[in-house]
């Protein structure tokens, strides 16, 4: 061809990617100077928490074609997670179980968005070995990313047409709600790029503000990580502050209320993508039954999982918490006791909370039960 149709290739892209299982896809430039004083703002805030690699790569994040030099355009491509058999509700509402962000209940989705676009990338490059074939190939050096970058991938993919920001922070479609991944293919290619959504819609709602467990929605649109059940479960490597932990409940890996609340999840699709199926070991799972995991059964048990990057120490902090907040019972208390003396300093420091919260519990619930026969013994009804 002499004239290099990238109206058509891109269209082909597309055809490609839903091949791939992708369920949205769009093209646009890397042209995010409009981030860059609300990054340096949340940056200068300490909102990254001990997230030290949010600040180490700077304005970066917001500058695509500096992490590839010569990218022209930003594949951004999202894919649904949510699992048909998802137990929302009849997880959180027991406090014997623990429960694990949706989207940690199967595969690593970073290895499974990676491959794909991957591959995506491969049938980009063999096309354009086709089409400019005894000339200059445009198409270079490319590149995946599936949060392994630098790479602010919830404005590039607001800009490539997938949705809108919403108050949380996170990724809105209206006809997906926000129970999906995203991943990004920087290449050099010049595509014609997409529309943009014409305007956020969330309107006048702050659902997800006042559901924030911990408050960690600071102000719409602006999340403090150092409050974020999800950042204190998996990216903080040391103790969870006192404050948060009555808070956390029975989340022992990443939370989902923000968007569990959200209206316009009612419109999520589950996904028929079986490495997003819940694996039945971490679907509904009984706390006492995850505490008596070995490190050697816990590395088993979350083989090719994104859970096992916080490791069994991190894990064992994250059920002491679950299990403090949980009801008081022998075999618990037996269990905390039993662990402690071989505990690691923080996840014993964990341990020692629990069994101090659930001694407290123990004991209100004897204030009551004397109170109750002090009631008795001066003649009124049982039932009073």
């Not at 491959?115 to 089409?131: F, H, T, V």
């Amino acid at each position: 061809m002499t004239t290099p149709d990238f109206n058509q290739l891109a269209q082909d892209i597309k055809l490609w990617a839903s091949e791939l299982g992708f369920d949205q896809v769009g093209i646009t430039d890397t042209d995010l100077r409009a981030e860059e004083p609300k990054l340096q703002a949340w940056l200068d805030a300490g909102y990254h928490g001990s997230m030290d690699y949010m600040a180490r790569h700077g304005m970066m994040r917001a500058r695509p074609h500096e992490l590839l030099p010569g990218t022209l355009r930003v594949i951004s491509v999202r894919m649904n997670y949510l699992p048909f058999e998802a137990g929302f509700a009849a997880t959180l509402r027991d406090p014997t179980l623990g429960y694990i962000s949706r989207y940690a209940l199967g595969r690593d989705y970073h290895k499974v968005l990676r491959n794909r676009l991957k591959q995506l990338g491969d049938r980009i490059e063999a096309r354009c070995a086709e089409l400019f074939q005894g000339t200059s190939d445009p198409l270079g050096e490319w590149r995946p990313f599936v949060d392994s970058a630098p790479v602010l991938e919830r404005p590039l993919a607001a800009k490539a047409g997938l949705g809108w920001v919403g108050k949380h922070s996170l990724l809105l479609n209206e006809s997906a709600g926000s129970f999906f991944f995203l991943g990004e293919l920087l290449v050099s290619l010049p595509l014609p790029i997409d529309v943009p959504v014409e305007k956020e819609q969330c309107g006048k709602c702050v659902a997800c503000i006042n559901i924030c467990p911990t408050s960690a929605i600071v102000a719409p649109y602006v999340v403090d990580g150092r409050r974020c059940i999800s950042y204190l479960t998996i990216e903080n490597d040391g103790p969870i502050p006192e404050e948060f932990r009555p808070l956390m409940g029975n989340r022992i890996y990443g939370c989902d209320d923000c968007q569990l609340i959200c209206p316009w999840n009612r419109y999520a699709d589950a996904s028929p993508e079986p490495d997003f199926s819940p694996r039945p070991s971490l679907h509904r799972p009984p706390l006492l039954a995850l505490w008596r995991w070995s490190e050697a059964e816990f590395l088993k048990h979350t083989e090719g999982s994104p859970i096992r990057r916080i490791g069994y120490q991190r894990w064992r902090r994250n059920l002491a918490v679950a299990l403090g907040n949980g009801p008081t019972g022998p075999e618990v208390i037996a269990a905390l006791q039993q662990a402690l003396p071989e505990a690691e300093p923080m996840v014993a420091e964990h341990i020692e909370w629990a069994l101090a919260t659930l001694a407290r519990r123990q004991d209100e619930t004897n204030k009551k039960t004397r109170l109750l026969i002090r009631c008795i013994e001066k003649g009124l009804p049982d039932h009073a």
